[in-house]
């Protein structure tokens, strides 16, 4: 497969081109800088230099041409106000499903957080983001020509991935390393019967292509 990946320098992101390239497939993760490129080509990707806070529909549809899945891995990252959470976790988020579906690629695949809830209350940051990406969730979810899959982990570690996790539409709360993260969404990839579910995700006691198995279909 040819998959394109937004927030292509990000931690799970990196550990997700390195699974996929060695996979045998061809993949490019769209950066702001530059000087990211090499990050990207040491894990096996092709470097795509695309602001998605400035780009238009078009443009991210043409980088987005003859894929056969994109994967939605940006984010403002820790340390970014109010108004990011919206242009990025939000407003980015959604750019990329319109782009999808201009190009037509639909298979899409969303990393988003545990708690996101277009409804949620509060003023904080954390809760602007928890709420921006709901809203894009939601946006997502009402695109009907997208094959769309969101996975939403608990709270992220960069502890060595065991390859155990527990994959459901309601987990409750845990934490979970970024390199297990990396193993499902390359797992959910190559499982289309996955498409149109909503799924979190923590550490727990199956191996990741058991637990995709066990939620495809449903």
């Known amino acids: 497969m040819r998959i394109v990946i937004a927030g292509g320098h990000g931690q799970i992101a990196l550990r997700l081109e390195r699974l996929l390239a060695a996979r045998g497939n061809e993949v490019a993760g769209i950066i702001r800088k530059a000087e990211q490129g090499d990050d990207l080509r040491t894990a096996g990707a092709e470097p795509v230099i695309l602001d998605l806070e400035s780009a238009s529909v078009d443009e991210v549809a043409e980088r987005l041409r003859g894929a056969d899945a994109a994967v939605f891995a940006a984010g403002a990252g820790p340390g970014s106000g109010v108004q990011r959470k919206d242009s990025v976790d939000k407003g980015a988020a959604v750019l990329f499903a319109d782009a999808a579906v201009r190009a037509g690629v639909r298979r899409f695949v969303v ?48 502890d060595a991935g065991t390859g155990l996790v527990r994959l459901e539409a309601r987990t409750g709360r845990g934490s979970v390393p970024r390199e297990d993260v990396a193993a499902v969404l390359a797992e959910l990839l190559e499982s289309p019967a996955t498409s149109g579910l909503t799924l979190e995700l923590v550490s727990g006691s199956t191996p990741v292509p058991v637990a995709v198995k066990a939620v495809a279909g449903n």
Do not use: N
Not at 127 to 140: F, H, Q, S, T
């Open 111 to 158: 990393i988003s957080s545990m708690g996101a809830d277009p409804e949620h209350q509060g003023d904080e940051v954390f809760d602007v983001y928890l709420r921006a990406k709901g809203e894009a969730d939601a946006y997502v979810r009402g695109l009907d020509s997208l094959d769309w899959t969101i996975l939403r982990p608990g709270a992220l570690t960069d």
